[in-house]
């Protein structure tokens, strides 16, 4: 993994300590976390550029590693002439148009429905009460990413049992591996600063429970 650099974007109030997320990125710690500004009453403007802050930061090419509310956030941040990102890993995008959403989540629908500029998979399951397999598959669909139903597994969180999530893992080696047949290389060097420091005033390790 060392020819990119992961970055991890969590969904509505931060992945906490037993969270999937949070687990790969205390086994790897070169992961890096986008830490947004307010994880409690999120504001798509906001999340949207603290995701471009930390891309820029990357020296490297970028693989996003996303959860629920994390997966819409990369639909909107996402240009048609983005280069700088290898592959998205995109996990129980939380359906924010469903008429049921919590009201701090409304601001982020409607859900893109444009192509992304880079290869992604979507990971749902056929009992996410945030979003059903059918809407996963619909947006897999628009954004032009593979689609992996994994069943009865819940969002994929803590509250569904996941621990580390290994099928999550191979998914990502997968994608990488994908990411470096298509660059056909280490990636190319990228424009920007390669420092991941003071992008928010946030500690990256003061993460609430999911």
């Known amino acids: 993994m060392s020819e990119f650099d992961v970055l991890i974007v969590p969904g509505w109030k931060n992945s906490g300590p037993a969270h999937w997320q949070t687990l790969w990125q205390n086994t790897h710690p070169e992961y890096r976390r986008v830490e947004q500004k307010n994880w409690n009453h999120p ?65 982020f629908a409607p859900v893109p429905r444009k192509s992304l500029p880079f290869p992604s998979i979507v990971v749902g399951s056929t009992t996410d009460l945030t979003c059903s397999a059918e809407r996963a598959q619909e947006f897999s ?12 597994v819940g969002h994929i969180n803590v509250d569904s049992g996941h621990g580390l999530f290994p099928q ?30 003071n992008l928010t005033e946030l500690d990256a390790y003061s993460m609430p429970h999911r």
């Open 141 to 152: 669909r628009s954004w032009g990413s593979e689609f992996v139903n994994l069943g009865d």
């Open 43 to 107: 504001v798509r403007s906001h999340w949207i550029e603290q995701l471009e802050l930390h891309v820029q930061a990357a020296r490297k090419p970028v693989i996003l590693v996303a959860h629920s509310l994390g997966c819409i956030t990369v639909a909107h941040w996402a240009r048609p002439t983005e280069t700088r990102v290898a592959g998205a890993l995109l996990v129980a995008p939380a359906d924010v148009e469903r008429r049921k959403v919590a009201s701090e989540l409304r601001n």
């Open 168 to 197: 999550g893992e191979a998914l990502l080696h997968s994608l990488t591996r994908l990411g470096l047949l298509l660059r056909g290389s280490a990636g190319a060097p990228l424009e920007g600063t390669g420092d991941f420091r």
